[in-house]
């Protein structure tokens, strides 16, 4: 069965750090598009960051300079590593992944994604 599992989420202050990470284990798309998108109450499910087949990387303005994504191909994981947290990161943050190599820019959605994890929650306190 085609399974993504998030882990890492937490509460945390504002400017605090906390890292994410995705089992891929039973996910045998690995070198194709994946990302992370998260969810507040009340919002949109959003792009937070992704990879491509390539290893190109695209960030959400919001998020750029502080979040860090990666593929770690030896423990088959999509990691998020975030710092400097603010209040307006809180949501519900998912692991998703497409078959294609390309990775539509994070601002563009959901779209195409058809693998999702159940989540990880992320609350941070100002």
């Known amino acids: 069965q085609v399974q993504l599992v998030e882990s890492g989420g937490g509460s945390v202050q504002a400017g605090g750090s906390l890292r994410l990470s995705c089992d891929a284990s039973?996910?045998?798309?690995?070198?194709?598009?994946m990302g992370w998108f998260r969810q507040a109450p009340g919002k949109e499910r959003e792009g937070v960051a992704t990879?491509?087949?390539?290893?190109?990387?695209s960030y959400a303005d919001s998020v750029k300079g502080r979040f860090t994504v990666s593929k770690d191909n030896a423990k088959n994981t999509l990691d998020l590593q975030m710092n400097s947290l603010k209040s307006e990161d809180t949501a519900m943050y998912y692991c998703?992944?497409?078959?294609?190599?390309?990775?539509?820019?994070?601002?563009?959605?959901?779209?195409?994604?058809?693998?999702w994890g159940q989540g990880t929650q992320v609350t941070v306190s100002s």
């Open positions: 998703a992944g497409k078959t294609t190599w390309y990775c539509p820019q994070p601002g563009a959605g959901v779209r195409g994604y058809n693998y």
């Open positions: 039973k996910y045998p798309y690995t070198t194709y598009c």
């Open positions: 990879t491509n087949g390539g290893g190109i990387t």
